[in-house]
């Protein structure tokens, strides 16, 4: 801050942040809300202005909001999704001010000491920055003083601002609430009769701090400039990138090779003192005559390791034109993740290791997301114990837990003749003639009436595991309520 200049702060409040948020994405009609599960109860976390109008607020429970407002629209609220949001909010308000921070979870506070004169003063400054957030469907209260604390008190219970070195009248009748107290420390100032801010400030210190801690004073000082409190700018986020300019073009697979090794190295050592791994990979190599070729690499696993990567890139190195020769190569990771230094084992990885590279290998070619592997799921359904998922984005599932034994192969259910809750010991199943040596069960399995499966829901099944004098191993169930035999799996 220049000498002799004075300091003055805004706080921003986006009291409707979430619900905003989304109805930017999907606008609605009528009285919306988002909920959020507190106590085992569904309770109101953030909605609209119409559903205020309708006499609802934020903490109530979602059951009796819904008989106050029948029409009421709503869906779970997203707090990573609004964390995220207000980020973005934070990067777009560094238009104002270089020095920009995070108030909370719904609100920015910006140093605007010296900036204002270049947007026509404060008042061009706060007008042109709500006509920009309710161009975007933003609401927000502002709120301007020489403190954080009165930028932050104005912004939530009297939007306005303070003139300059005036910061008590502005926000002595303001409630003691404003000074950023617990509710406990507010409701006991309130008992003994120190309801606004201009009260606590002429009262004895002495006696407030000994009944109710330093903390009262610490914000009150705040407020009123007595004591210091600075804002804390959000850094950039790292970006890992590293270039090589060539003195002279180069053409030969093999010094393009001798290059991405040279920056992989380089890269990786940025990587690791981040304790972060890379999952894509761009190579930029810039050719003489000024156009560029570009090779991506999508890993299936997190890697900082330059030996492992530098495999993975000869199948794109190998597709490029050089055409007059390239002079300039770059390699980013644009989308890495948290890597921590893990203790390492006298048990090598290498074989784990080998898989994940040809996931790589294969993704690459076909797509990341195409490559799956089955997962154990917590259901005794037989087709549901198991789902399907991409393993480039998921972790080895353990073993599948069964009380009783499971067939290697599952297909659906191939009806049989058969008679009775017993198995035939005779029966025709794809057009072989089979006869039951040994039967076991029954194992009876109920539907999960929670979900919708039209192949259940004709009712239980007694499950029998038979073997064959042919040599089959077969799994039968019984329908009790429809009588019928049916074949829907085979044991190794």
Known sequence: MLRGVQKRVASLWFFRLSSDRVLRANPVQGPFALTLKQNNANRIYCLNGEAERQGLHSGMPYADARAFCPDLQSQPADLQGDVQFLHILRRWAT?????????????????????????????????????????????????????????????????????????????????????????????????????????????????????????????????????????????????????????????????????????????????????????????????????????????????????????????????????????????????????????????????????????????????????????????????RSSILAPAAYSEPGGAWVALRPRPLRLFPPEPISGAGSRPPQRFRWRRMALSIERATGPERIAPEWWLEDENWRSGVRDYWRVQTRQGWRLWLFYTPQNPGWFVQGEFA
């Open 95 to 383: 238009r104002y001010c270089p020095w920009v921070g995070l108030e909370g979870r719904d609100g920015l506070v910006l140093d605007v000491t010296g900036s204002a004169h270049l947007f026509g003063g404060e008042p061009m400054m706060l007008a042109d920055m709500r006509r920009r957030l309710a161009r975007v469907g933003l609401s927000v209260r502002i709120g301007l003083a020489d403190t954080r604390g009165a930028a932050w008190a104005l912004a939530h219970y009297q939007e306005g601002v303070a003139a300059r070195g005036d910061t008590l009248n502005a926000i002595g009748a303001l409630p003691v609430a404003a000074l950023r107290l617990q509710e406990d420390t507010s409701v006991a100032l309130q008992r003994l009769g120190l309801r606004r801010i201009s009260d606590l400030a002429a009262t004895s210190r002495a006696p407030l701090a000994r009944r109710l801690g330093p903390e009262l004073l610490m914000r009150l000082d705040q407020a009123l400039g007595a004591q210091p409190e600075e804002i804390s700018p959000l850094a950039d986020p790292p970006r890992y990138g590293v270039r090589l300019t060539l003195p002279e073009p180069i053409g030969l697979v093999s010094d393009v090779r001798a290059g991405v090794e040279r920056l992989l190295e380089q890269l990786c050592a940025k990587l690791k003192a981040q304790e972060v791994g890379a999952r894509r990979l761009c190579l930029t190599l810039d050719r003489v005559d000024h156009d560029s070729q570009t090779v991506e690499l999508r890993l299936a696993r997190p890697l900082r390791d330059p030996n492992r990567i530098l495999p993975l890139f000869e199948r794109g190195i190998g597709e490029v034109d050089a055409g007059f020769g390239i002079d300039r190569m770059r390699i980013e990771a644009t989308q890495v993740e948290a890597q921590p230094v893990q203790q390492i084992s006298h048990v090598s990885a290498g074989r784990v290791d080998q898989v994940y590279d040809l996931i790589t290998r294969i993704g690459n070619r076909i797509g990341l997301e195409n490559v799956h592997r089955y997962l154990p799921a917590d259901s005794h359904i037989p087709e």
